[in-house]
């Protein structure tokens, strides 16, 4: 295909989680997202499977042009997602699909080329001051994992995305009860990254760890993540509750991290399925003392503004199409 021909290709987009493939599709570049879909990864046998049942579902046929958004490292042509058994050769599902063109990007580095195009209705402030006008930007954000991303200037009025696996990262404590969780945890899971305390499975192992504590005596309750939330957002029980603070603080600390690494005099954003549903019922929670708690660092923290992303549609999308047009030296690419 041809620069003229691929300029007003028409794309496909797709942002793939643990849990659900949410594809949509773009008539060419800077054109409206549109025909947005979500269908459960566990209805299909894979990701080609979910695609063509996507197309045939809004009666359209295989665009040249495709981004697949996917919560999994990238590094090489082999993806096999780390909270669901999906597993294929970029290479491959290309030829499979008869794309010209596939670009397979991790789903926070999607979400992170989105940022810029975010408005005011997009996100609310979690504290902080005003953004840094330049300087690096954060996001992080828990779902069926943990996804930390970020964006860093250019140097020419640009952004270059992060793609690493920040979610991955061992997981701290600020307080001898938060300690008495992650050794829980320890126990079950060995390593304690980030992601085990802050996606929905940690919330549902916090609730249980915070049962085996000293003095809790009732029979351990095993409740969904949806269970918990509900229950401590309507305050009607107090250990799911504190299991939901404990949630918020861990978050906290992980998001404080980030903004130390990364400089993120920018703001820091969150993202993912989980937080935008808490509402401003986390403002009540340990999420910013704890996104303050860096000792001496403290100060350095206190002005760094923290968004909460809360859109209706997918801000990933408007990543997987830029992506595609800006073309960015990614590793998951197929021409």
Request: hydrophobic share 45%; net charge neutral.
């Amino acid at each position: 295909m041809n620069n003229a021909a691929r300029a007003s290709a028409a794309r496909v987009l797709a942002d793939v989680g643990g849990t659900n493939a949410r594809f949509a599709w773009q008539a060419g570049p800077g054109q409206p997202v549109e025909a947005v879909m979500n269908l459960p990864c566990a209805e299909h046998d894979s990701l080609a499977e979910a695609l063509r049942s996507y197309l045939l579902r809004t009666q359209r046929t295989m665009p040249p042009d495709c981004c697949i958004a996917i919560a999994n490292p990238v590094v090489g042509d082999r993806v096999a997602m780390t909270n669901h058994h999906w597993a294929f050769s970029i290479r491959e599902l290309k030829a499979q699909l008869g794309l010209h063109r596939l670009l397979v990007v991790n789903d926070f580095t999607a979400l992170a080329l989105a940022l810029p195009r975010l408005g005011a209705a997009d996100r609310w402030q979690l504290g902080g001051g005003d953004a840094q006008p330049g300087a690096a930007i954060g996001l992080i954000g828990p779902g069926t994992g943990l996804g930390v991303s970020g964006l860093l200037p250019d140097g020419r009025g640009g952004w270059l995305p992060i793609q690493g696996e920040g979610g991955h990262a061992t997981l701290g404590a600020t307080t001898a009860r938060e300690a008495a969780v992650l050794e829980l945890l320890r126990e079950w899971h060995g390593h304690v990254s980030a992601e085990r305390a802050v996606c929905g499975q940690g919330l549902v192992d916090i609730h249980l760890a915070l049962q085996r504590l000293p003095g809790h005596g009732a029979v351990p309750q095993d409740l969904p993540a949806a269970a918990i939330t509900e229950a401590a957002l309507a305050g009607s029980d107090a250990r799911c509750t504190e299991a939901l603070h404990l949630f918020c603080a861990f978050l906290g600390i992980a998001a404080g991290n980030l903004a130390l690494t990364l400089g993120a005099r920018g703001g820091v954003f969150i993202g993912g399925g989980i937080v935008p549903r808490l509402g401003r019922w986390i403002e009540s929670s340990p999420f910013r003392a704890r996104f303050e708690a860096k000792g001496r660092f403290a100060a350095y923290l206190q002005p760094v503004p923290v968004y909460v992303i809360d859109t209706p549609q997918s801000p990933a999308f408007l990543g997987a199409a830029e992506a595609l047009d800006a073309a960015l030296p990614m590793v998951g690419q197929a021409d």
